[in-house]
């Protein structure tokens, strides 16, 4: 009948046909599932709680410290709950979970925002987040001299990791609000605020 | 005579290569990126992205988010990065903007990485895009085309033949 | 006569057949002229030159320097690629074979197509004064059973379509 070629052109084209109408069907009903009945992007809760900021200097490059004068460095210990079992379906091949701080300087001229601590879930049994007096995961220092005095809001923020298709992403505001003590003994290397 | 002929197939080759390079172009002036499909190199995303896998990037954002995945280059280096911003430090009018990031699968940030000691990224001139769609493996063809030197041949060769045998 | 082909493919028929048209006409005192292919020619390695310079540009200073250019070339390729298109679809059409009779002076013009899986060569002739004549032609007719086109057959069969044109004519 047919050449070996033309089969084969014919098989390929059905192919990439049917692949395209599949993934489009995939990330459609993934994203619908998302948004009904329950809108993921706005039902969200998360809640932290008694935020225990330490404060100490570091004078490492890998810790913000330019020319060796020493850097504010800030850890936190932290409880957190949330449940984010509404962002696993047949589309999602990970959720990275990831706590931040915002905050500006002074004059308002400078916006920042900071991970302390994230998280990658592959599983939708582990998608119940619910730690207590956890560390956070980095040291962060800020991009001017000081940390001391700025005052953190804190959210949690996630990403869905597709199999195929666009990469999601969302917050939830926790409505906690810390301020950055203001004194840190520059003779202690780590030492706890308060 | 034959000339015609032998013109109206070469043209037939031309429009396989120029269709394909063209449409990358269009697709890089539209995402404003000098790539905007890349192919994962590493294993430092992982699991969120393994090697082979295709993405697919946008540079027209003014400023990059905490969590958002970019692709950056750092000067001197050939291979760009794709790594997560961890933090992210701009001035209120969106001037400027400063970013650290880190692979999801390293255990330390990427300062170590940067060019020239420095400890940020510029936003407006190392990133070359942010992430935004993904798709598994299928770029294992181009892994396998540019680390095998037969291969890239190979590649064109079949183009060629097909373009030439395969007729309406 | 060259080589046997595959009759059970009704576009490789069709290629074949189409590819013998020019020596045939040739028979019948037919020159063959270049006029649309030329212009098709002209206008796809338009395409390609833009193409190239496009590509040249981005590998000899690299994407960001040369973005305002980028964006012209491109549009220029896909207003070339869209004049490409409508000349191929509405100009052109299915166009094979245009020739002047060396004689008379009389101009004609061949346009073909086929049907997926069926077994006709849709012919129509057409000449200068306006005329033209759709017929169908079997392919069993001019080919063999292992597959080689019949031209002394496939010959007669033309210059009875020029007669039946001609005839049209006088009417």
Known sequence: MFSLSQRFQVLINQAVTFSVFIIAFIVATSYIDLIYPNNVFNTGVATVNSIKPSLSLRTSRYFGSINSKPKENVRLEFDLDSDLTNLFNWNTKQVFVYLTAEYNNTKNTVINEVTFWDNIITKQEDAVLHLEKAKSKYSVWDISEQFSGKSLKFKLNWNIQPWVGPLTYGEIDTGYELVVPKKVEESSKKQRVN | MNLRLELTKLLNLCFVFSSAYMFWQGLSLVANTHSPIVVVLSGSMEPAFQRGDILFLWNRNQASNVGDIVVYEVDGKQIPIVHRVLREHHSANFEKQYLLTKGDNNAANDISLYANKKIYLNKQKDIVGTVKGYFPQLGYVTIWVSENKYAKFALLGLLALSSLVGGE | ?171
């Open chain 3, 1 to 171: 006569m060259s080589k046997p082909i595959n009759v059970y493919s009704i576009s490789e028929v069709a290629l074949s057949l189409d590819e013998s048209l020019p020596d045939i006409f040739g028979r019948l005192d037919y020159k063959q002229t270049f006029r649309l292919i030329d212009q098709k020619l002209i206008i796809g390695y338009s395409i390609a030159i833009v193409a190239a310079t496009s590509f040249i540009l981005d590998k000899k200073f690299g994407h960001n320097e040369v973005i305002p250019y980028q964006t012209a070339l491109v549009s220029f390729y896909f207003i070339l690629s869209i004049i490409f298109w409508y000349f191929k679809k509405y100009v052109e059409k299915s166009t094979v074979y245009e020739g002047t009779n060396t004689k008379t002076g009389e101009k004609i013009s061949v346009k073909t197509s086929y049907v997926e899986a069926e077994p006709f060569y849709n012919f129509v002739l057409s000449n200068s004064k306006g005329k033209s004549l759709n017929v169908k032609l079997e392919i069993n007719k001019v080919f063999n059973e292992p597959g080689f086109l019949q031209t002394n057959l496939f010959y007669e069969w033309i210059n009875t379509q020029l007669q039946t044109l001609d005839a049209k004519k006088n009417e």
